[in-house]
């Protein structure tokens, strides 16, 4: 059994998708600005900035690539692959 460097994070071991942070910017619902505008339903129909509720208000959102471990998926954090 031969192990190489993982061709997917370079032999790192950190998720190339969020770079071990665990978290990629620009939350989809928001686009990053940890709020969003919501037109009240009562008189007089203002436009109210209301924090996100994808992100919590954070502007990011949990890596896909590695769902948030901020490990590389292919070699499992070890940065050697078979």
């Given amino acids: 059994m031969s192990f190489g460097p993982c061709p997917h994070c ?14 990629m910017p620009g939350c989809p619902t928001c686009d990053g600005r940890g709020f969003i505008e919501v037109q009240q339903q009562t008189p007089p129909f203002q436009l109210v900035l209301t924090q996100c509720p994808q ?5 990011t959102h949990r890596c896909h690539y ?10 499992r ?6």
């Fill in 10 to 23: 370079h032999g790192t071991g950190v998720c190339p998708g969020c770079l071990g942070t665990q978290v």
């Fill in 55 to 59: 992100c919590n208000g954070a502007g």
């Fill in 66 to 75: 590695c769902n948030g471990s901020g490990r590389c998926r292919k070699c």
């Fill in 77 to 82: 954090g070890s940065g050697r692959v078979e």
